[in-house]
Structure formats: C-alpha cells, structure tokens
C-alpha cells in the first residue's frame, strides 16, 4: 500500500479547524469570556419560516408509505433543477438546461470533486490570497499551481497568467478580499481561456451580495463562457443553509463536460437529501425569496456597520461592499496569526488571519458579516478601546 504522499504534505490543520482549535484552546482556560465569533462565514439568522415548513412537510411525506422517497436522481430532482434555471438564469437572459444543473451538498464538496475531471497533469492557476480548499484540492491531487497574486496596490485584481493555466480558480465575489469583477473585467478571463482552452471554475458562492449592477451575477453573462466555464453556486451563504447543506454547479454541455460529471456523480455520490432540496426549492417562493432578501439586507447592513466601525477606528478596510467579507490590514508590528491572537486574547475576538489565505494574505486578517450583528458593535466598542 502507498499513500497519497501530497496529501500527507499538506499543513498540519486545515485553516478553519487551526482557528476553532486555538478558539477552544482559549475558551477552556476562560470559561467566562464571551468570544465574539467573526472569523468562519457561517450565518447567524434562523432559517425562515416557509423554509422551516418545507422541510417539515418532506420529512412527513417521508414518514408515509404512500408518499415515502428512497434514492433520488444522483443529479438532483428536477423540480429543484429547473426552479434553479427559471430563478436564477432565465431571467438574466442566460440559456442553462436543468441538465447541466448539478445539485450537491454544497459547494465545498463539488469545488474539490471536479477536480476528478481532469488529468493530474493540468496546471491550475489560483488567486492568491484564496480560500483554502482551492490550493489544498490541487495540491493533493499533485498539480502544479500557478499563484495570481492579488496586492492592495491593485486593489487585490489578478493579472493573467503569464504562462498557460488550464484550470482557473476564480472567487467573484472574492473571498477572502471581497473585490469583485466587473463584466469587462471578467470577459477578460473568458477570453484567456478560450484562447488556452482553459477551464475556469467559478465560485459564486457569495453573488447573492452583489448590487453594483456592472458587477455580473453570473460568469455565464459573459458571452462564450458556456463553453469554458462551471459554475458553482451555494444555498449556504445565500439562504442561510450550511447546515443544510445544499448548493448546485452547473456543467454546461458546450464544455463536453455535462456526460463526464454525470457518469462521476451516479458513481459517487448518491445525491444530496430530499429534505434538503424540497428546502432550496422552498427559496424560490415569493415567501422564501422574500425572506430571503431580509436575511441578506441584514448582512449588508451589518458588514457596513463593520466597515465605517473599523474605518472609524484607523484601521485601512477593503471589501464589505457586494461581499459579506471585510478585509482588513492589521496594525504596524503585527503578522496576521500575531494580530489574531492578540484579538482572541486582550479582546475575546476571533477573525481569520489573511496569512491562511496564503502568503499574500499576511499583514491582513478577514472578518465576517455573517455574525451577529450585537457581536460586530460589541467587537468594535472593543477593538476602540484597544486602539
Ligand atoms: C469561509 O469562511 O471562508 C467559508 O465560509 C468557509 C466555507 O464556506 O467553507
């Protein structure tokens, strides 16, 4: 037996587990402080009511032998499917078929799996500061990364690969940096992989914040991205479902990777709940989205109120504005993990050091808009007093 040896070399902890161990290290030897979780983008708000109901009803039919369900259709019902394709893309003038929507468990799992698609031997090009799963899904099926490196005096903008990237990570909204693109700025990226026949994936896990209308919702509103790129989209940050657990990727078939995925995923995966996607479906009602369009409204107004709060306070902000994410530059002496636990331990503060995004993450520490929003006027009454 031989094991997966880029596996076994990626870093001791994934970035998120590293800030929860330190967390509960901190915690165990002060049972009284009241830490303020602002790192992880995990929503606060209960889950809507119709939402609620949803689920309640498939879980009843469930407990009948008349309308009970066993295994669904691997690629997800396509009651779902095609909701998803009248909601979300017809009226944006984008042509998907429900037969190129995939639904899964979220888009953490799918942004590792399609990696499955292509051979070991493919570059991938990667921003850099990014969200982690990117860097370690390639490095542990041994590629070569190409690093984009995304500097404030670029306002975090990639540049093109110079060299040919044939897989491309891009994040719009970006996490962790909040930049967005703008639909000229993107068609650039589509372009460069037309031209290197490239395959760009792209996570739009948090375009449910966009309000720029220049700022496209959709990599598929760019002409001739159908056939270069997926498209990967969650119910986490937009409903309220990382327990849930629901997203959808959309494979198009002029990217002669729709029969590909399918055949992995009647493989692998089994699809993902009935529960849960009677729950996605119930986002499309009039009720869910308006319920829906509250919960946002409520993170927009909180990650505002972080970003003049921390700007109020001297501290140079990037992002909060179209993302949930503020990405902020950590007083002169610190490093970002220095920064983070100076936070935890004189603040009871808990943010995601920029470093964990990578090398040109350091000397920034990200703070989520998901939280509470009592916790965001608490951390900023207290980061005042450190100041
Ligand atoms: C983050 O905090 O970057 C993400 O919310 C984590 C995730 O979605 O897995």
Redesign the pocket.
Known sequence: MFINTHLQQLRGHYL?TEIANRTKAYQQTHPEAHVLRL????VTLPLPSVIIEAMHRAVDELASAATFRGYGPEEGYLWLRQAIVDNDYTPRGIHVSPEEVFISDG??SDLGNLSELFDASNTVAILEPS?P?YVDTSRMAGREIIWLPCLAQNNFYPALPKQKADIIYLCFPN??TGTVLTRDELSRWVEYARTNHSIILFDA?YEAFIEDPDVPHSIYEIEGAQEVAIEIRSF??TAGFTAVRCGYTVVPKATSLQTMWLRRQCTKFNGASYISQRAAEATYTPEGKAAIQANLSYYKQTAQIFLEGLRTLGYEVFGGKNAPYIWCRVPHGYTSWSFFDHLLHTSQIVC?PGAGFGPTGEGFVRF?AFSNRKDVEEALKRMKKLA
């Open positions: 998120f790192g992880i983008g995990d888009a953490g969200y799963a996490n962790p896990a986490s940050k995601t989520s």
